[in-house]
């Protein structure tokens, strides 16, 4: 590079920024090697980045396929031409393949340039008329086109580096001419002010919207004499993203000069969860990561400090523990309430990048490393070459390319600022993101996840279901959207739900127990932490227990290997994944001649998004012709351009499909009327991917009276022995009077009539059932993993006792005597309650003895009738075995000091507090004080405040504050309804408890904050 071009290319930058973005090694395109060709830079820095740059590389052939000959650039559809940025890191970086790209650099560079020239022309912003300035989503395919443009930054003419300024420019400058108003380009989409809060919308995605089309001017013109209001307004808008009241209220730190507290925006619920497209949508959550990786790129890249606000989000550590509590074995979230969006890999790295390799979050470091090492599988999937499949929308492939180059570039920048984040271990991980949450009837979801296994009670409208995926396999079972699990309908109606929680730091164990009451009787779902979850239903429907199974050939992903094994006491069976894409379907089926002038279709259980849809449906007798070629077809309903003709048109490219309104029901239906009465054996079924689930073939000699020819699916396994092993990844116990069966990739527990039944679902190999008799028809129980699970699927309270066999004689809270084959165990339940007890003791005595547990500290021993003292010992769980010698008809309680008294009274324990990360100079973090750990403290800080959120409104009789060795500080309780409003009291209905003090330092610090009710 000549010495006046490189004097240009460093008054374009600006000194400071050119200096600062030569030395980050992340513009190689602003140095020159001898032979004029760009200076790549080194290799990649770490294994994870270096599967980025494979994966880029191969991508290529699918964005070299889009070029338009015509224009000479990459197409503006779909925004398309965004794959300029991938581009742009395989020009400029080490290890470009044009065998694997599918085309030479020369080439690939002039696409890139050619589609940069002409479309930094069209941008409105820069006087043209194609694209630009819309906040959604032109602002989001203009971060990574100026972005493209700045790594080739030397490549360019003059005039399209001035139209990228002014693009970078004018976007910001129209974004704070808006203030905080909505953009009128936009359509419907809206931040709804600084405010948030509305049905149906994130706030993240809007409001960081807006952030983001701030940055690239902060970051590439900071002396720009109108860049202090652009960054008021980037500070604005990222502060709100992740806003609630009560959290914010109760933080005064400081972030880029202004308090947590200031902010103004409210989430729809009062937790940290969002919603989008109608329901929780972990995929949404991340969009705080997502548009903070682009944003943090064109500083980095710059030379621009970052923002204070990117590295010290408020309260975005705890929206992140919601996306932990739902991460899959594949680092992207588990989805079971979003009916799309799913498995969308190569756009869901960039918030995992940007927490690792910005944040150095060890955790997320682990799930990016899990999701790229799925990545080139997933890609050489069908449609090879891709890295956006299964579900979203066209413009996420253009968009993923450009998130795996930004990802790729943080993990450069990474490597020369500190060095590698070091992942944590798999065992780590899972024992950090091990959790329960309860978001809430609202959101309707009551969530688990422990070491080995997600599960949730999914009650929101539309995605009603009981959900499991053992060892968090996002491959096993098909868990999103309108996909039924266990339940037999998403779209059942709920009357009542009840929801039970149990946490580690105050029962001793997680879990959780969600009761749902339906208009044809109640089903539970009790999760347990060892990853077993006990499915109990009085029987709601024929059919229950729907289990649909991922069965695709992906070699490289953990359990796609082209088949599933199922097994049974009756024996195995082995279903081969389907040659066609996953959803498209031809089913061939034959049954005994019949004559008739009639054949139909009648649905049975319908694609649960989009109802049937069926390219052709032909009808023979035996090898002869396609006798509906020349009939007439008829259906229940049609959408436009898709009426039941075309499905005997002959034409592979139409389709008959139901209407829109029809897509849920049921019985739909496609008849052929062949003319006359023939002779038909069998009928062939081409289907769309809305595919029929069950259906049956019938026949008429007038169409209307109909006789069933055949069924589809036909049972590939049937058993009714109550075992069954899912590909050795899954074992399932069902007790109940009807048969399990396997159908294609579909199990169901109960096919047959309702009755009521009992499943447990294990992370493991399936073992014997653990249901036990309850003597009352309402209750059921189960002892599994020896946890022992009660439910009352009645709506009246009801009490009684349970016999427990077994030579381990468990003793779980309340009474019990014991006998010469188990214990009967005493219960009583509320109308519709569950309750899971752990074992608490163990027992090794004679039959007469009575035990009552009073918690798992403490049991009382009454020894039955007789003149001799009785010899028992007893174990707690976790401790060491005692002897007790028991008098005659006397209670002796046995009591183990060194143990925690599970389960706990104090209502604060393991609850949200505020302030969140970040928190205010000189205060710990307020967790230590709910933390059931006299080892830890809350040490406030200077005039320090923190609060409890009790999860709902609670009737409070006491505060306790129990303070470390030093001078206790002054300190005022204070309760809240709202977490706005606060009044100086220790009683009284209150979901938050606030301790303020005059703390100084050297004082005390809070061990404990006790909520007594």
Do not use: C
């Amino acid at each position: 590079m000549g010495e006046l071009d490189r004097r240009r290319a460093l008054r374009l930058l600006g000194a400071g920024g050119a200096a600062a973005a030569l030395a980050s090694g992340l513009l190689p395109g602003l140095a020159r090697a001898a032979d004029g060709t760009a200076a790549a830079a080194a290799g990649p820095p770490d294994p994870v980045a270096a599967t980025y740059l494979r994966v880029l590389l191969r991508h290529t052939r699918w964005a070299e396929q889009q070029f338009d000959p015509a224009t000479g650039t990459y197409p503006l559809r779909d925004f398309t031409f965004a794959v300029v940025l991938g581009n742009a890191v395989l020009l400029t970086r080490d290890g470009y393949d044009a065998t694997v790209a599918g085309v030479t650099r020369e080439t690939l560079r002039d696409h890139t340039l050619a589609t940069i020239r002409r479309f930094a022309a069209s941008n409105r912003l820069a006087g043209g008329t194609e694209w630009g300035r819309k906040l959604f989503f032109d602002t989001t395919f203009q971060s990574y086109f100026v972005l493209a443009a700045r790594l080739l930054w030397t490549d360019l003419d003059d005039a399209t580096r001035q139209n990228v300024e002014r693009i970078t420019a004018g976007q910001a400058a129209y974004t704070v001419s808006l203030g905080t108003g909505d953009d009128p380009d936009s359509g419907s989409w809206t931040p709804n002010g600084l405010r948030g809060g509305h049905v149906g919308d994130t706030k993240l995605e809007e409001m960081g919207v807006y952030a983001q089309s701030l940055a690239p001017a902060l970051a590439w013109a900071p002396a720009d004499p109108r860049a202090d209001g652009w960054r008021a307004a980037f500070g604005t808008w990222s502060r709100n993203e992740g806003g609630l009241p009560a959290a914010d209220l109760a933080n005064p730190r400081l972030v880029d000069g202004r308090p947590v507290s200031a902010n103004t925006a409210a989430n729809l619920y009062d937790t940290f969860l969002v919603e989008n497209h109608g329901s929780f949508g972990p995929h949404y959550q991340e969009e705080l990561w997502r548009t903070s990786g682009r944003n943090a790129m064109h500083f980095l890249a710059a030379g621009t400090p970052l923002p204070e606000v990117l590295t010290a989000q408020p309260n975005g550590e705890l929206l992140w523990r919601t996306m932990l509590l739902m991460t899959s074995d594949a680092g992207e979230p588990l989805m079971p309430m979003v009916a799309d969006r799913e498995h969308l890999y190569g756009r869901d790295v960039i918030p995992l990048a940007f927490r690792a390799q910005v944040l150095g979050d060890r955790h997320a470091a682990h799930a990016e490393a899990q999701l790229a090492a799925r990545l080139e599988p997933y890609q050489a999937y069908a449609p090879a070459d891709r890295i956006t499949k299964f579900s979203g929308e066209p413009k996420y492939e253009p968009e993923a390319r450009a998130e795996l180059a930004i990802s790729y570039l943080l993990h450069e920048w990474r490597a020369s600022h500190g060095g590698p984040v070091v992942p944590v271990s798999d065992r780590e991980f899972d024992a950090h993101a091990a959790g329960i949450a309860d978001f809430g009837a609202g959101p309707g979801l009551l969530a688990h996840r422990s070491p080995t296994a997600w599960a949730g009670t999914v009650s929101k409208p539309g995605f009603v279901k009981f959900a499991w995926q053992p060892h968090h396999d996002d491959w096993l079972f098909v868990l999103g959207g309108a996909n039924p699990m266990l339940l037999p309908s998403t779209n059942a109606v709920v009357r009542e739900r009840h929801a039970t929680t149990y946490t580690k730091v105050r029962d001793g164990f997680d879990g959780t127990f969600g009761v749902l009451r339906f208009d044809t009787g109640y089903a539970g779902f009790a999760t347990l932490p060892t990853g077993a979850a006990v499915y109990v239903s009085t029987g709601l429907t024929a059919g229950e227990g729907v289990l649909d199974i991922y069965n695709l050939t992906m070699p490289g992903m953990p359990g796609l290997d082209g088949d599933r094994t199922y097994t049974a006491a009756e024996g195995s069976v082995t279903i081969k994944a389907p040659a066609a894409p996953t959803g498209a379907r031809t089913d061939d089926l034959t049954f005994a001649p019949v004559t008739a002038r009639h054949v139909r279709m009648l649905g049975v259980q319908p694609d649960p998004t989009y109802g049937y849809s069926l390219w052709a449906i032909e009808v023979r007798d035996g090898d002869g012709p396609d006798l509906a070629r020349t009939g007439t077809a008829t259906a229940s309903s049609v959408s436009a351009g898709k009426e039941a003709k075309y499905a005997v048109d002959g034409d592979p490219a139409t389709r008959w499909a139901v209407s829109t309104s029809d897509r849920s029901r049921a019985d739909s239906w496609l008849a052929v009327d062949l003319g006359t009465p023939r002779r038909v054996d069998r009928v062939r079924l081409s289907w769309e991917a809305a595919a029929g689930r069950k259906y049956r073939v019938e026949t008429s000699p007038d169409g209307v009276t109909w006789t069933p020819a055949a069924t589809y699916p036909v049972p590939a396994l049937s058993s009714t022995k109550g075992r069954l092993d899912i590909d050795g990844r899954a074992g399932i116990t069902v007790a109940g009077p009807n048969p399990l069966t396997v159908t294609a990739d579909r199990v169901t527990l109960s096919d047959g009539p309702p009755a009521p039944f009992v499943a447990e679902l294990r992370p493991g190999p399936p073992q014997a059932s653990g249901r036990v008799p309850t003597g009352a028809a309402a209750v059921e129980a189960t002892v599994t993993d020896g946890f022992l699970v009660l439910l009352n699927l009645g709506d009246a309270a009801v009490h009684g006792t349970v016999t427990l066999p077994g030579g381990t004689r468990r003793l779980y809270r309340g009474e019990q005597v014991v006998t010469r084959t188990g214990t009967e165990f005493s219960y009583a339940l509320a109308a519709a309650e569950g309750r899971i007890e752990p074992p608490r003791f163990t027992l090794t005595g004679p039959a007469g003895v009575k035990a009552v547990v009073r918690d798992a500290s403490r049991v009382d021993l009454t020894a039955p009738a007789g003149l001799l003292p009785v010899p028992v010992t007893v174990t707690p769980d976790g401790g060491r075995a005692r002897p007790v010698l028991l008098p005659p008809r006397r209670t002796v309680p046995v009591v183990f000091g060194e143990l925690r008294p599970y389960p706990l009274t104090d209502r604060a324990l393991g609850r949200t507090t505020f302030p969140a990360e970040p928190l205010p100079p000189g205060m710990s973090s307020p967790d230590a004080a709910v933390d059931d750990d006299p080892a830890t403290a809350w040490w406030p800080g200077s005039g320090g405040r923190m609060v409890v959120d009790l999860g709902a409104v609670t009737a409070v009789s006491a505060v306790e504050l129990t303070w470390t060795r030093g001078r206790v500080p002054a300190a005022t309780v204070e309760t809240s309804l709202d977490g706005v409003s606060y009044t100086a009291t220790r009683t009284g209905p209150a979901r938050y408890v606030a301790v303020r003090t005059d703390w100084r330092g050297g004082d005390a610090g809070l061990t404990r904050l006790s909520v007594r009710t």
